[in-house]
């Protein structure tokens, strides 16, 4: 990959003599790099896959409400029996496939009104998966915004993983152990996503010091959602099965949701904080897509075309299938690095990469552009 790609600063030499017309003037490879997208973005919209298409929303509320009615016409049949952990993994799937929809809205693909969208990944989002809105919209916006920038996305900020071999060498006695064989920790630690999201969204609306849109009716959601719910469980079930039943259900729903958004970008090369990419390389390199067809596609929400999604986030995840073949080949015209794998290469990717990171090595799979950008001043 060449270095031209990234953005830089310097303008290209231009004639001494005589004057040159500002309009003809060489532009900045950086405004080339615009100018090359804005082409791309023209052919996207002249297919008509930049606009909204609500009945594929109202087809997907309407097979989830059968879903969830389904589960709990389940749930009210067996009663007291140890088959509800069955029940509680089924609940989780649908939350999941829940937590897509709000992701969708919160991104403005199903509605024109901004308002009707944030309405709807408000309520998803808050009543049926247990997460903040205005929590994640602030986390997710730094995200989409600089992906995998160390120090401003919020998704590779160190925690129980970390992701940047700089803070992994920080770490001492059994944290500097425990990170370098993180990898294998994965899966186990991803059953406890779930409940981190719960957490942080009750952690978020009731500090009085965040700024949160709307925060009652947050609160009023995420208290039917985390309270009223599996206290209703508990008395239903009791004690016993109760409690089984929401442990499952919250490691469930933090393996399905957090297996599903893990590939996209764990494992993709890391961009040191001073560093600037133009915008189709920043989406772009740092992200990956996962193959597989129309069944990883609906497990997955439409996420598996992470680059197409970053690249057009208002664009409804139905049409980034559709899509992909034109960024595709957009991409191997200008030798931008397509990443693509299976969903199970993907994970041991992900583990692998961790592992290494926790021993200090820096981005094993980082790409020729990012390699030169660490040096870059």
Same mark, same amino acid.
């Not at 389940?74 to 609940?91: D, E, K, M, R």
């Not at 729903?253 to 915008?279: E, T």
């Given at each position: 990959m060449s270095s031209a790609t990234l953005d830089s600063p310097d303008v290209l030499e231009e004639p001494a003599a005589p004057a040159v017309p500002?309009?003809?003037?060489?532009?900045?490879?950086?405004?080339?790099?615009?100018?090359?997208?804005?082409?791309?973005?023209?052919? =996207?919209? !002249?297919?008509? &896959?930049?606009?909204?298409?609500?009945? +594929?929303?109202? @087809?997907?509320? %309407?097979?989830?409400?059968?879903?969830?009615?389904? =589960?709990? !016409?389940?749930? &009210?049949?067996?009663?007291?029996?140890? +088959?509800?952990? @069955?029940?509680? %993994?089924?609940?989780?799937?649908?939350?999941?496939?829940?937590?897509?929809?709000?992701?969708?809205?919160?991104?403005?693909?199903?509605?024109?009104?901004?308002k009707k969208n944030a309405w709807l990944a408000r309520i998803a989002g808050n009543l049926f998966v247990g997460l903040s809105y205005g929590w994640w919209m602030n986390k997710h916006g730094k995200h989409h915004l600089n992906p995998n920038k160390v120090g401003v996305d919020g998704d590779i900020d160190p925690g129980a993983l970390v992701f940047d071999p700089e803070n992994a060498a920080k770490r001492k006695g059994f944290a500097k152990w425990f990170a370098r064989r993180q990898g294998y920790f994965f899966f186990p630690l991803l059953t406890l996503a779930a409940l981190d999201l719960h957490i942080s969204a009750l952690g978020r609306v009731l500090d009085r010091k965040q700024i949160v849109p709307e925060r009652k009716a947050e609160i009023a959601l995420l208290f039917v959602r985390l309270v009223l719910l599996p206290a209703f469980t508990v008395w239903y079930l009791g004690w016993a099965?109760?409690?089984?039943?929401?442990?499952?259900?919250?490691?469930?729903?933090?393996?399905?949701?957090?297996?599903?958004?893990?590939?996209?970008?764990?494992?993709?090369?890391?961009?040191?904080?001073?560093?600037?990419?133009?915008?189709?390389?920043?989406?772009?390199l740092m992200s990956r897509n996962i193959t597989g067809g129309k069944w990883v596609d609906a497990a997955m929400g439409g996420l598996n075309y992470q680059i197409e999604h970053h690249l057009f986030p208002t664009m409804s995840s139905r049409n980034l299938r559709a899509v992909q073949p034109m960024v595709r080949a957009y991409c191997a015209e200008r030798n931008i690095t397509y990443t693509e794998t299976t969903l199970g290469q993907s994970y041991m990717i992900v583990m692998k990469y961790l592992n290494r990171v926790g021993l200090g090595q820096r981005d094993p799979f980082e790409c020729p552009i990012t390699a030169n950008m660490r040096t870059a001043r």
């Open positions: 500002a309009a003809a003037r060489k532009r900045p490879a950086r405004d080339r790099h615009v100018t090359d997208f804005i082409q791309l973005t023209e052919q =996207v919209r !002249a297919t008509g &896959l930049m606009d909204r298409d609500v009945n +594929w929303y109202v @087809v997907r509320f %309407v097979r989830q409400s059968l879903g969830y009615l389904a =589960v709990l !016409a389940l749930f &009210l049949t067996l009663g007291q029996s140890w +088959w509800q952990l @069955v029940t509680a %993994v089924l609940f989780a799937f649908m939350c999941t496939q829940t937590a897509f929809i709000s992701h969708d809205a919160a991104h403005r693909q199903v509605f024109a009104s901004a099965i109760g409690l089984a039943f929401i442990v499952v259900q919250v490691m469930a729903l933090g393996l399905y949701m957090g297996g599903s958004f893990a590939p996209n970008h764990k494992g993709m090369p890391l961009v040191p904080k001073d560093v600037k990419i133009d915008f189709m390389r920043r989406q772009t």
